[in-house]
């Protein structure tokens, strides 16, 4: 196999020069094509973090000279993604795990009585958090416009009880990729006295994002889909909510003062602010990673990064319109706009097979499954616009089907800022011969995972 090296990527990320072996024992360049589930760290940030790391030291409470550093960078990188996040004036920065992590925050700091809205579309990070918090929650199905979305929403509030009420609604799909109307839909809820949190997981990465432009009251999002992978998250926004509700974590650090009483308990005085819901020792690398992948982000120029990330997405798009056995998966149409994202099954495939196919006879890394949106891969499949049931095989998909359902799932392609034109050109080639020519290896489904085991002599491929 003879693959063409072109790294022609807008950022340098780590592992673009990372050789994984194939099936055949060859090995060649990894075309990483996953980035919806973890994008790789930018090289700037490992650079940031690198420099960073011999100063480590305490947050908040020390009096030693690297505690003070560490402090001074911990609350510089909240200033960072405030700029970043281009948020009001009283909004405030509060460092999470992860986005899931950040609307279980949120989830635990709402008003009791709140009614929660979201589309069944949504992935389970901000679809779950509410009902398990013990909240009411109404689900809007799947809509197949922006219109139908913000109608939906519209007519779902206007029969609420009175009370206060949460829509929570992402910025792009994490299986389609599709942009969602966050404005028009916040507009919507704000005129029936509604509040908005808003799923930046996928956006953020991908496009510019003003919460003041947007209006919506809060935003959660990843470190490690925005190029800074060091387990760490932000929920910002308005604090009242987060103010008046009972700290996430009760731990060092949300704490003003503990003390005894004399009838034997303890009394506490919370923190406000982000301190309040930052119990425990700070993941100041993480926030300090974040921040430096929002500065390099800036720095590049999201102008710049959309445009090229919209010349692959149209690369991308039209190739596989030239395969007639693919159907990408869309809710607004094939021409809706997207990010770097998309999904796809292939008739005559198990899409797991496929994605094995292309990782052992390719070096390709894609993701296949039902990627933690589960409702809407299953509206997505289910529906009537022509895709072909994926086939029981030996290398079936890993996640169970419900009862009397044939096998769901599909192959989801990402990318970013890191991208070289190479991968995708790299992608659309293997799914070709795939298709063309089927596998040149024989796979098996081994603990949940299909491997290659044996080769197919077609001669259809020299190495």
């Known amino acids: 196999m003879s693959l063409a090296t072109d790294i022609c990527a807008p950022l340098a990320v780590l592992g673009a020069d990372v050789q994984v072996p194939l099936a055949s024992g060859e090995k ?9 589930a973890s994008a790789p760290a930018l090289q700037r940030v490992w650079d940031d ?6 100063y480590y030291g305490s947050v908040h409470r020390g009096a ?5 550093l560490s402090t001074d960078l911990f609350e510089q990188s909240r200033r960072t993604v405030a700029d970043f996040l281009d948020l009001r004036e009283g909004d405030q920065v509060v460092f999470t795990r992860a986005t899931t992590d950040s609307l279980n925050l949120l989830a635990a700091a709402v008003p009791a009585g709140t009614r929660v809205f979201a589309f069944e579309t949504e992935h389970h990070a901000s679809l779950l958090p509410w009902a398990h918090a013990g909240l009411g929650v109404t689900y809007l199905r799947a809509p197949r416009s922006w219109a139908e979305a913000v109608a939906a929403l519209d007519a779902a509030l ?37 509040r908005v949190v808003l ?7 991908h496009h510019r994002v003003s919460v003041r432009e947007l209006d919506v009251d809060w935003i959660a999002f990843s470190g490690h889909k925005i190029y800074a992978p060091f387990g760490a998250g932000v929920l910002a926004g308005r604090a009242d909510w987060l103010d008046a509700a009972e700290p996430y974590l ?19 005085q919370w923190h406000t602010g982000p301190a309040r819901h930052e119990a425990g020792s700070p993941n100041v690398i993480g926030a300090y990673a974040i921040a430096s992948a929002c500065r390099a982000l800036s720095e590049a120029g999201f102008d710049a990064l959309e445009a090229r990330e919209r010349q692959l997405v149209d690369r991308l798009t039209a190739g596989l ?16 706009a997207r ?42 499949l289910g529906d009537e616009s022509g895709v072909a049931p994926s086939p029981v095989s030996e290398c079936g998909a890993p996640e169970p089907s419900l009862p009397g359902e044939r096998s769901l799932n599909a192959i989801r392609v990402s990318f970013g800022a890191g991208t070289p034109d190479e991968h995708v050109e790299r992608l659309l080639t293997a799914v070709r011969e795939l298709v063309t020519d089927g596998a040149a290896w024989n796979y098996r489904n081994e603990g949940g995972r299909c491997v290659a085991t044996v080769q197919v002599d077609r001669g259809r491929r020299e190495g």
């Not at 796809?344 to 499954?369: C, K, M, P, Q, T």
């Open 28 to 36: 060649v360049g990894y075309a990483a094509l996953d980035y919806a």
């Open 49 to 54: 973090v690198a420099a960073y790391a011999p």
């Open 64 to 68: 030693g000279y690297l505690s003070q």
């Open 158 to 194: 206007a029969e609420a009880p009175e009370g206060p009420k949460l829509l929570c609604v992402t910025g792009a799909s994490n299986v389609t990729g599709e942009l969602w109307p966050v404005a028009e839909l916040t507009r919507t809820a704000h005129r029936h006295g509604a």
């Open 199 to 205: 799923d930046a997981a996928q956006l953020a990465p």
């Open 250 to 268: 009760a731990g060092g650090g949300a704490t003003r003062t503990v003390a005894r009483e004399t009838d034997g308990s303890v009394a506490v």
């Open 321 to 336: 319109a030239e395969i007639p056995q693919v159907k990408v998966l869309n809710l607004f149409g094939a021409d809706s």
């Open 339 to 380: 990010v770097g994202v998309l999904s796809f099954v292939v008739r005559g495939w198990n899409s797991s097979h496929f994605s094995a196919a292309l990782s052992a006879e390719y070096g390709i890394g894609v993701r296949d499954g039902l990627f933690c949106a589960h409702p809407l891969v299953r509206t997505l």
